[in-house]
């Protein structure tokens, strides 16, 4: 599976931003996708997953009420609505896909096949 990310950029806090995550090789339905994000000195950290089917969406403790999950099955595409943005968020974003992921392992990057390439997300204060 190909992932590609896009619609980082620079905000000012409390701006929003939309990241797309657009899958090849596999219908992305099929797939079970996160994003995930990086920032300078710190480790990989799970933000949000969509569950194969988009029946279920899970999120990181500090993004629920302002980040939002979802796919568009006829392109293939996941999408993060990112909302109310914080200086906190800024860090690059990736998305992840997966054929075997768990309830138990949504947050965990070694259980993602694929991922793209990053898109770099700055918030300003």
């Known amino acids: 599976v190909q992932l590609q990310a896009s619609g980082g950029g620079f905000v000012q806090a409390g701006g929003s931003l939309r990241l797309s995550c657009a899958t090849s090789g596999r219908t992305s339905s099929a797939l079970s996708m996160g994003w995930f994000r990086q920032a300078p000195g710190k480790e990989r950290e799970f933000v949000a997953a969509i569950v194969r089917g988009g029946v279920s969406t899970h999120y990181r403790d500090s993004v629920k009420g302002r980040f939002t999950i979802s796919r568009d099955r006829a392109k293939n595409t996941v999408y993060l609505q990112m909302n109310s943005l914080k200086p906190e968020d800024t860090a690059i974003y990736y998305c992840?896909?997966?054929?075997?992921?768990?309830?138990?392992?949504?947050?965990?990057?070694?259980?993602?096949?694929?991922w793209g390439q990053g898109t770099q997300v700055t918030v300003s204060s």
């Open positions: 992840a896909a997966s054929t075997r992921l768990i309830y138990s392992t949504i947050g965990v990057p070694s259980a993602y096949d694929d």
